[in-house]
């Protein structure tokens, strides 16, 4: 009789997974949305005007599809730029701010090269860095040797304020004098030395300048910093067996101001869009409850998705979270990943059932941790987080995160749409899932997980470490 039952299962497992490709393959409007989005609304900075009108344009859109939604106001520190005049040795450099730098900036000071701007380079100039602006390269440079893990930007910044620096200029990867922008906050608060981004192009070249010259760098900037309103956009789907267990499907809706942020994370939340709209066209039925969540302030510190939990913590509910999916920048998945190696047996049982079904699935599952998306207040909580994997970004889209070339014509239909239905896939085994295999882990071993997947150090650094040395 369990066999029989088991096979019933089965079968309807994959019906319903049928139902979902054919649906978001016909009927996906996550690349019409994104595409209305960025030419009508622009932007999304959060506590913009236009931040505002992209929550309500998220909110409108779900409550159009029948969906239980509802916003879940948070109060942060806004931050937005004015104006900036970068001078080294007297000549103009084109540059832009990182959020959060101070409101208001007249600086003079000898800039220093810094190399990577890791804890090391500090530690081997001592005293020399202090009262300068130190040149950092964003990412690590060629033949800087082996084993050499990059930090975040706003951690090289809070080491060169850590070591006395007045001011920080990173120099950005790209070529062709691409600009970068960013938070250089940890915490999402104003820091209190200016940080701001040059092209690869300018940078390398005072890079080799400081080799054999002494000069100055001249920082004049204004920027607008206040308290704001801004709102998760959370919709609720109440599940059938385990009402009181959760999924939490989320990303972030909010961008930088620089180009419409349609691929960070433009692609992400609008595919969350649509596969809160695919489980309401089909009606399906889950054990336990979804929460698809488009999170606001990521880009200023993580603060729409610490707001969610820290009221989950309120409300007593944290508990109530088995599991959270991220999606922020995900394109044309073809597997299924995760941060606890715990979940690989259900990750490739159920990759093998949903290859049945599409093609473009190929099973390519992996585990790991990182850091600075909004999975990583769930996992702090010790909630075991994943989201899909294998693709790549359409149109060298990597190379123009965070800056003014990140706009529509960049996002590829076919890849969108696959985010969809692999997002959805994944979303429906987690809900339906007879067990799942990672549990919430206690305080100490959240301590043991982040030690052993090396991010104790970059953690630190922001503060977050709360297990002491």
């Given at each position: ?65 029948g969906l239980d939604v509802s916003y879940q106001p948070f109060t942060s520190d806004s931050w937005s730029r004015e104006s900036l005049d970068l001078s080294i040795q007297n000549k103009a450099v084109k540059s832009v701010a990182l959020a959060h730098s101070p409101v208001h900036v007249d600086l003079t000071a000898d800039l220093m090269d810094m190399g990577n701007g890791l804890e090391a380079d500090y530690q ?214 995760t941060i606890r190696y715990d979940m690989m047996h259900h990750l490739n049982e159920w990759g093998k059932t949903y290859a049945l079904v599409d093609t473009t699935f190929k099973n390519n599952n992996a585990s790991g941790a990182g850091l600075h998306s909004d999975h990583q207040p769930f996992m702090l909580q010790g909630i075991p987080t994943g989201s899909a994997r294998g693709g790549r970004l359409p149109n ?74």
């Amino acid at each position: 009789m369990l066999c029989c039952q088991t096979a019933l299962a089965q079968k309807n497992q994959l019906k319903d997974l049928r139902k979902i490709v054919k649906e978001v393959n016909s009927h996906s409007q996550a690349y019409e949305r994104l595409q209305y989005s960025t030419e009508n609304l622009g932007h999304r900075l959060t506590g913009s005007e236009n931040g505002r009108k992209a929550e309500e344009y998220a909110h409108d859109l779900f409550k159009s599809y029948g969906l239980d939604v509802s916003y879940q106001p948070f109060t942060s520190d806004s931050w937005s730029r004015e104006s900036l005049d970068l001078s080294i040795q007297n000549k103009a450099v084109k540059s832009v701010a990182l959020a959060h730098s101070p409101v208001h900036v007249d600086l003079t000071a000898d800039l220093m090269d810094m190399g990577n701007g890791l804890e090391a380079d500090y530690q081997k100039v001592g005293d020399q860095i202090k009262g300068k602006i130190a040149l950092v390269y964003l990412g690590i440079l060629p033949n800087s040797g082996n084993g050499l893990r990059n930090l975040h930007r706003s951690e090289k910044t809070a080491l060169a304020e850590k070591y006395g620096a007045k001011g920080i200029i990173f120099i950005n990867t790209v070529k062709n004098n691409v600009l970068l922008t960013g938070t250089a906050s940890i915490t999402g608060k104003l820091i209190n030395i200016p940080a701001i981004c040059i092209g690869l192009e300018d940078g390398m070249a005072w890079k080799d300048y400081l080799k054999t010259n002494i000069t100055n760098a001249k920082i004049q900037m204004r920027n607008k910093a206040g308290l704001t309103t801004s709102r998760n956009i959370v919709v609720h789907i109440k599940g059938k067996e385990l009402p009181n267990e959760k999924i939490v499907v989320g990303g972030h809706l909010d961008s930088w101001d620089l180009a419409t942020g349609a691929i960070d994370n433009g692609i992400g939340s609008f595919a969350i869009i649509d596969m809160a709209r695919t489980f309401k066209k089909l009606k399906l039925k889950t054990k336990r409850s979804i929460d698809f969540v488009l999170f606001m302030g990521e880009e200023q510190g993580l603060l729409g998705s610490k707001a969610y939990v820290e009221n989950a913590q309120k409300e007593g509910t944290i508990d109530q979270i088995k599991y959270m999916l991220n999606f922020d920048m995900v394109n044309a998945p073809t597997g299924f990943s995760t941060i606890r190696y715990d979940m690989m047996h259900h990750l490739n049982e159920w990759g093998k059932t949903y290859a049945l079904v599409d093609t473009t699935f190929k099973n390519n599952n992996a585990s790991g941790a990182g850091l600075h998306s909004d999975h990583q207040p769930f996992m702090l909580q010790g909630i075991p987080t994943g989201s899909a994997r294998g693709g790549r970004l359409p149109n060298n889209a990597g190379m123009y995160y965070h800056s003014d070339n990140d706009v529509f014509s960049l996002v590829d239909k076919a890849g969108l749409v696959q985010t969809v239905r692999i997002g959805t896939a994944y979303t429906y085994f987690l809900a339906n899932a007879p067990e799942i295999a990672a549990k919430k882990l206690t305080d100490l071993e959240i301590r043991d997980f982040l030690e052993k997947a090396d991010l104790k150090t970059p953690l630190q650094i922001s503060g977050e470490w709360r297990w002491g040395n």
